[in-house]
């Protein structure tokens, strides 16, 4: 309550307050009980806008139409002595300043008690308003960008960066946008190409999904974390809308500028963007977006783009800001996570050829081996090839001389034996003579098409011929070339010597990426096929010496390369035998 102690009139009131609070800082103002304005100060005026050298007195209304803080409404109650005080009061003055005040409003009582009017004192609070809606702006975006920094941390995966930070600028606890989409530069092509995109892609689906999110009433961290924990949510619509989209960067679109000027751009219609970037703006589904640029330590990584097209809510400058802080700090975490992509890349290449270099240094070992008892077997071998010779001989002798006598069977026997062990010895010194030759890389259809023209020379001409369906070239494997050509050709002589002229047997090559493949297969009636089988199953468990040895060299060598060898397709049709080398990956040219 404020009241004078000597009776005064008007004119003597208005000249009272000039002379005392006309050249305050502080703004004041006077309305009598009539609610017509008797005096504003200098100060007062500038807060409000008010012209003080307009003709006429003004009204409560006319102010109260500028401040918009309740004056009218409650003069009554002021004059009876109650006090209207607001604090940060915001409104635009007469001048379209924005204005933030503290005012304060009270009864006037002049002589004898009685109420003259109301009188008010204002304060213009506007800068400290702007700082402290800066500070909690400022204060709110770093809350935002520890969640989400938080929530990325707990993640190395790129899909799950992508989309917490969507979430971020989308969520209601975080930007606030109601659409977000994201791309990354793809400098082998040049362009944006679209990876993720969060928001409902149409009103209904707006409804339906801020409804569900308001109901479970989650901070942003909640938010975040329940999607890294759960990842039912899926992707939305509006994410395939724009996967895999590219926009060119050597075109003058608003997008490319942003990227290329590292600045945050907020479009606002079509009346300031290049018609090149119509085309964008239209899938978009927007005219009116902020396009924010993901730059870390210089590195252009791609584009955040946010819009409010669902609601149509205008896009504040303070959003834009925010926007663009939060494309920074969202810059670090989608650059560690694809430089932890590449690291995982590389350490998996790394792990493959660390394998094929131990599967090479194994398979060296094996071929060192296979040397050594190469050469052992071959001082055995002709150790064993002139006494040998030397029986067979005097067996012979005495058969075609007639010394014979009652000796004829034994002698039989003695020469055939000797025959016999003959032909295991020059298999030994085959595989010997063939240890001597170096490791090289071989063309595995080449290989196997020498080993197919060996077998059909020493095939009789009595036998149906075997076919040969070589595959495409360029399958190389790594090893002895002789070892594997005398594998190869035991494999193919065993098998086509033991089947009948009825069966027909064709030999085919092919290979994919880390097998060389040779098939021996068969074609015939069911009374072959019988046959096929007792063959193939004589082959590989019989007792027969020369047999035996020559199919356990044959192995032993393809298994020694790193391969193997079988028998497959017994329970279909026919079955075939099949041989299959590791295809070569030049790790190591050594041994």
């Not at 000249?15 to 609070?21: D, G, K, V």
């Given at each position: 309550?404020?009241?004078?102690?000597?009776?005064?009139?008007?004119?003597?009131?208005?000249?009272?307050?000039?002379?005392?609070?006309?050249?305050?800082?502080?703004?004041?103002?006077?309305?009598?009980?009539?609610?017509?304005?008797?005096?504003?100060?200098?100060?007062?005026?500038?807060?409000?806008?008010?012209?003080?050298?307009?003709?006429?007195?003004?009204?409560?209304?006319?102010?109260?139409?500028?401040?918009?803080?309740?004056?009218?409404?409650?003069?009554?109650?002021?004059?009876?002595?109650?006090?209207?005080?607001?604090?940060?009061?915001?409104?635009?003055?007469?001048?379209?300043?924005?204005?933030?005040?503290?005012?304060?409003?009270?009864?006037?009582?002049?002589?004898?008690?009685?109420?003259?009017?109301?009188?008010?004192?204002?304060?213009?609070?506007?800068?400290?308003?702007?700082?402290?809606?800066?500070?909690?702006?400022?204060?709110?975006?770093?809350?935002?960008?520890?969640?989400?920094?938080?929530?990325?941390?707990?993640?190395?995966?790129?899909?799950?960066?992508?989309?917490?930070?969507?979430?971020?600028?989308?969520?209601?606890?975080?930007?606030?946008?109601?659409?977000?989409?994201?791309?990354?530069?793809?400098?082998?092509?040049?362009?944006?190409?679209?990876?993720?995109?969060?928001?409902?892609?149409?009103?209904?689906?707006?409804?339906?999904?801020?409804?569900?999110?308001?109901?479970?009433?989650?901070?942003?961290?909640?938010?975040?974390?329940?999607?890294?924990?759960?990842?039912?949510?899926?992707?939305?619509?509006?994410?395939?809308?724009?996967?895999?989209?590219?926009?060119?960067?050597?075109?003058?679109?608003?997008?490319?500028?942003?990227?290329?000027?590292?600045?945050?751009?907020?479009?606002?219609?079509?009346?300031?963007?290049?018609?090149?970037?119509?085309?964008?703006?239209?899938r978009l589904g927007a005219d009116y977006m902020v396009v924010a640029p993901v730059i870390s330590k210089g590195n252009r990584l791609g584009l955040i783009i946010a819009d409010n097209q669902i609601t149509g809510r205008r896009i504040a400058d303070s959003q834009v800001e925010l926007l663009q802080t939060f494309a920074n700090h969202s810059a670090v975490a989608v650059e560690r996570s694809q430089l932890y992509d590449k690291v995982l890349e590389r350490a998996e290449e790394l792990a493959e050829k660390n394998r094929q270099l131990a599967l090479s240094q194994e398979q060296i070992i094996r071929s060192e081996k296979m040397a050594v008892i190469g050469e052992l077997t071959s001082s055995i071998a002709h150790e064993l090839r002139n006494p040998l010779t030397v029986i067979g001989g005097f067996a012979n002798m005495m058969l075609t001389t007639g010394e014979a006598g009652g000796n004829s069977e034994y002698l039989n026997i003695i020469y055939a034996e000797t025959q016999r062990a003959e032909s295991v010895i020059h298999q030994v010194l085959d595989f010997s003579r063939a240890s001597r030759t170096p490791n090289c890389e071989i063309e595995f259809t080449q290989m196997t098409a020498k080993a197919f023209e060996h077998l059909l020379s020493k095939m009789r001409f009595s036998q149906r011929r075997p076919r040969f369906n070589p595959g495409p070239a360029g399958a190389m494997v790594w090893g002895n070339p002789d070892q594997l050509h005398h594998a190869l050709f035991q494999f193919m002589w065993l098998t086509v010597e033991e089947t009948t002229d009825e069966c027909q047997v064709e030999i085919t090559t092919a290979f994919d990426k880390d097998r060389a493949k040779m098939t021996i297969g068969f074609t015939g009636c069911d009374h072959t096929r019988t046959k096929v089988v007792k063959t193939l199953s004589q082959i590989f468990g019989s007792t027969t010496g020369t047999q035996k040895l020559s199919m356990l060299v044959a192995g032993e060598t393809v298994r020694c390369h790193g391969g193997n060898y079988g028998v497959e397709g017994v329970e279909a049709n026919f079955p075939s035998l099949y041989v299959e080398l590791p295809i070569y990956q030049g790790v190591n040219k050594n041994g």
């Open positions: 309550m404020i009241e004078t102690t000597s009776p005064v009139n008007t004119g003597s009131r208005a000249a009272l307050f000039e002379a005392h609070l006309g050249r305050s800082p502080l703004g004041f103002f006077y309305f009598n009980n009539r609610g017509q304005m008797e005096f504003i100060n200098r100060s007062g005026a500038e807060i409000i806008g008010w012209d003080k050298s307009a003709a006429g007195p003004a009204s409560l209304q006319d102010v109260e139409d500028i401040i918009h803080c309740g004056l009218t409404g409650r003069f009554g109650q002021i004059l009876g002595g109650e006090s209207l005080e607001l604090s940060e009061h915001q409104f635009v003055n007469r001048q379209g300043r924005f204005v933030a005040m503290n005012i304060y409003c009270n009864s006037f009582y002049a002589e004898a008690g009685v109420t003259a009017g109301i009188f008010a004192l204002i304060l213009d609070v506007t800068d400290s308003y702007r700082k402290k809606v800066r500070l909690e702006e400022t204060n709110y975006i770093l809350s935002v960008i520890s969640q989400v920094s938080e929530a990325v941390s707990s993640t190395a995966d790129i899909d799950d960066v992508l989309r917490v930070i969507l979430i971020g600028v989308t969520a209601q606890q975080g930007l606030g946008f109601n659409r977000a989409f994201l791309f990354l530069v793809n400098n082998a092509e040049n362009c944006l190409e679209g990876k993720m995109a969060v928001g409902p892609a149409s009103p209904e689906e707006a409804v339906e999904v801020w409804s569900r999110l308001a109901n479970k009433h989650k901070t942003l961290a909640e938010l975040l974390n329940e999607y890294l924990v759960s990842q039912e949510s899926g992707l939305p619509r509006l994410h395939h809308n724009i996967q895999g989209w590219k926009i060119p960067l050597n075109e003058n679109t608003i997008f490319a500028q942003a990227l290329h000027d590292g600045k945050v751009i907020n479009i606002r219609g079509r009346d300031n963007v290049t018609p090149e970037s119509w085309p964008a703006m239209d």
